[in-house]
């Protein structure tokens, strides 16, 4: 009798998990956004000035997040799929991020790591481009870059000499020792995930606190080949602490007078160049030239 | 009557026995590309053109056959291996007469950015259409090289073990010869095997490989790779301080339209760099050591001069007498023997 009550107290518990429902999850797009100065960045244009007053533009930014968690109103912290996302501004939809199975619910704060710690930062963890062209040589610490922001600034001589901002592991001078300069980031929130409904979130990267706070980042210093420079390496790990947002800030320096000498000049009678016309040997002409030479062939026969 | 009976069996047999043979069906064999150590996993395999071991030897033997010009080859030899040259890296090992050197055929399987120097073809097949119908290379009709293959005694029957069909198509034609450059691969230099933990560098080798990847060194990697990058190129466009005009209209410019790749060109494999001369991309150089002088010294300053030119405010990497002999005995170890003379790769016709 005791044997058949069990098996039947089992079989209920069996009935009232299985009739749980099921967790209602909901999925989120993250929209990577960049500014300059309180605007959207403008790459290839030479209109930003930095705290240390040097002007400069920006190519190309690449850059790793990765562990990305979101906090609940009850302090759990819910870890979101992909655990790393590689963004950069040459790839248009590497710019958002998509997210699925997150819970719904309301959640108060968004945190991450901008780069890979060492768990992720491994040499030969991607194997394919664009990511694998980020890695960060071996006899440096191995792993990839956190970030290659690229670009050019006028230095001192008024020159437009080579930006690169490039975050990875730090060495001291003889590459005995090791620094691991990815930081990670809690930014409050007020999200609320619905099941069924595409939510959205949206995350800046304001470029110029890069360069000011606490540390002032002079390019005449540190504005290029910077990867072997923990010196450098430490003021912008430290400056980044503030770089990222969820809100979109007005900048500081919005009246910026941009030095209107000859550099400026012949930059922008580049800029206004017609743009280059394919030249008559082109892989299109080609083809178009042997499609007309088969056309013929038909008609002819 | 019943000697009739006897009879109709052994007549059906011969009937039956002089039936002509029944053709082999079309099962041709999966290719297994390698995947070397370091190398991408993302291949541009087309789901259309899976290589297989027919089709790649069928590509082999018509890369080096002069009648894929549609003639008969006795007006000069014209066909793929004229001008690239397995000895030198698929390339042509000197100046060719084009507007551009000729760039080599090595590891292009892991090429997903574009094909040439301006990346203005986006295909090994539509390459091989390229190069045939160029009036500069080639310089054949399509039709004619169909016409003139199909004639022949041994190419149907090979198209046919191919692709499973005796009638030659031109767009077949291009699919073989891509296999065939698909299975070039360059994984098993002296660098590969130290990578591997086969042999060791030398002192002034592993000081190369320093300066190679170093931003204070040589600064090479961000283009050309190393390490976690065994293709030894990124595969993409730069403008790396050549020249500071730019007249050249086949530059990248002249593909995507931008200012910002004028005088930018595809950075080539270093693989087998040694005896890839001439260098840059209208072979101005014809030693690694002026190509290293130029890195070291002469890089000059421009609008578009790509922002990975760290050191050009200095004229280049400022490299001392040493350092130079020492990263030329790293890109030296990027030789590979096995690929240079691998007898899969050379002309099946001989």
New interface residues.
Partial sequence: MKKTLFILMLLMAMALVSCKKPVQSGDLTVNINYSVNGKPLIT?SLCYQNEAGNEFMI?EIQWFISKMELQNEQDEWVELEPRIFYIDTNIPESQILRIASIPVGKYKTLRFTFGLDEAYNQ??LF???PE??M?W????GGGYHYMKL???YR?ENE??????I?LGIGQNTDQSEFYHNYFNVELPISLTIAENTENQLNMFMIIDNWFRNPNLYDFDEFG?????NQTAQQLLKENGKDVFSTIQHSGNQNNITMKNDKTLK??NN??H?A?????F????N??R??ES??DN?KQQS | MRRLIRILPLFLLCLFACKPEQEKPYQPTAYVLPQPLYFPSLTNIPADNPMTEEGVALGRKLFYDARLSGRDGTDGIRNCASCHHQGNNFDFGGSAGLHHSVMPLVNLAWNTTGLGWNGGVTTLEDMVLAAVTSPVEINADTNQVVRYLQKTDDYPELFYKAFGSHEITFINIERAIAQFVRSLVSADSKFDRYLRGEEQLTQDELEGYLLFVTENGADCFHCHGGGSNALMTTNLYYNNGLDDEFNDPEDRSAITGSHWDRGAYKAPTLRNIAVSSPYMHDGRFTTLDEVIDFYSDSVKNSLTISPLMHHVMQGGVQLTNEEKAQLKAFLNTLTDETFLNNPNYSDPNH
């Fill in positions: 290839d190519t040499t030969g194997s394919n481009p694998s062209n890695f040589p071996d006899p440096l690229n670009g050019k230095n020159e437009l000499a080579p930006l690169n490039h290029s080949a910077i990867m072997q012949r930059f580049f800029m160049q743009a280059p016309k394919p030249h040997w082109t892989w299109e080609v083809k030239t042997v030479i088969k062939l």
